[in-house]
């Protein structure tokens, strides 16, 4: 296999599983009697692990070598599955999320997809760079549906097979870990041509790149900050609370929803084509904020579901063009570094967010984050516009010559 396919199987895999634990998690919770702050706490705490290892990637992984730290990720990442079939306490619970970097969010932004992300337009063409991503979170966003669709399977086992209600969901954890040990498989076969061309030394940043990165990363703090008070398995817990959802329709609203997600990206690098990155990441972006504003007030599941996966349609076009464009304003010798500390505010925000959600959720109400975060969501678009719709990535500049 080429290294891009590996790297497409590797991310589809790991999607699997973050859309599995994302829908997951907030149920499994559920039925162990957490509260919903302790459930953001633990979400968080994932978060804040996942956090610290896009740190280290960024630090180590072009000296010690990407194929390594790849194949260390996806063993924590097994060993925080296996961990959270059997802790119970909240304190072990929360260990455990750090070390394995469980992720709530039912979206795949940890420290893997930073090398990925760094690997991946050294497969590929300046015109055809935004293609490449736009498949690459194609196949994330199959995996994530696929993984919210498992989440459903304890209800199918207690059901069919009379299997007791927790050993279902353990059971289904048990999978989870399954899954990221084939990832290490895969990391191990990719070939030498992944790593850094330099091993010894961290390449220098140039000003240039170091300006723009760091305004574009305050920029995405706020939009991971907003992005940490719509987690999925806050997300899920709401359907389910507010609503009185099962969990097969729950999980069938976010298989749904990632579907969408995944057809939204070809639409993104066509979109982008023709109108721009900057224009296609802030112009589909807002309409999705103000959908998820009505799904907070919505007045039953039915309508609640259709505005969910209406704004689902747009929310992840920002994906592939904003990864695109991260890319192409860096050198290529820059690009572990600038996928990393892009990443790693992102994480931040996301760790930060679910916390203060399920704190907003159980003492002010249950709709409450959809809307702050949404509205956070608008004020980032607004602001990445008119910051960085003149500055443009060579195959826009190359078209306009």
Known sequence: MTDRRL???????????????????????ARLAFTPGEIGLTVSAGLAGATLAVLAAMRLADRLGRRRMLVALALLTAGGGLGAMFLGSLGALLAVAFLGMINGQGRDRGAALVLETAILPATTTDR??????AWYNLLQDFGHGLGALLAAAPEW?????????LAAFQGMLLFYALLCLIQAFLARRLSPAVEAAEHSHPTPVSP???????RISALFAVDALAGGFLGSALLA???????????TAIAALFVGARVLNAASHLGAAWLAGRIGLVNTMVFTHIPSSLLLMTV????DFATAA???????????MDVP?????????????ERTFASGVTHLVRLGGWAVGPAFAGLVMQFVGLGSPLIVGAAMKIAYDGALWRAFRSIRPPEERQYQA
């Open 296 to 299: 907070a007030v919505a007045p």
């Open 128 to 133: 055809e760079r935004t293609q490449a991503f």
């Open 237 to 247: 817990y709401f359907f389910h609370t507010r609503f009185g959802a099962s969990d």
């Open 208 to 214: 240039e790149s170091r300006r723009r990165l760091t």
């Open 157 to 165: 086992l207690a059901r069919g097979l009379d299997v007791p209600d």
């Open 306 to 316: 259709l505005l969910f996966l209406l704004r689902e349609g747009l929310v992840e």
């Open 321 to 333: 063009t904003r990864q695109s464009y991260v890319m192409a304003m860096v050198r290529p010798e």
């Open 7 to 29: 790297l497409y199987a590797a991310t589809f895999l790991r999607a699997l599983a973050t859309g599995l634990m994302g829908v997951l998690l907030g149920l499994y919770l």
